[in-house]
């Protein structure tokens, strides 16, 4: 009885995985993940967006002392 086509593109898709070769999905993960930068502060986490209101908010809450450039200094 021969495969249906749902499951030769499943083994073929299995196949590519077992030798390595990313499939469509981890590259378009890859090529649309945000960049993520980290406090120097706490290594907090965040992901870069234009206006960077995440960063702002943590430095005026959790830092205050200390000026935005050294808690973020690769967004200045």
Request: net charge positive.
């Amino acid at each position: 009885m021969p495969l249906s086509s749902t499951a030769l593109k499943k083994r073929a898709t299995n196949a590519k995985i077992a030798a390595g070769i990313p499939g469509d999905k981890e590259v378009r993960k890859a090529a649309t993940a945000k960049e993520e930068v980290k406090c120097a502060i706490c290594l907090s986490t965040f992901k870069v967006t234009k206006a960077n209101s995440d960063q702002k908010v943590h430095h005026e809450t959790k830092h205050p002392k200390v000026t935005f450039a050294e808690c973020f200094p690769g967004l200045v």
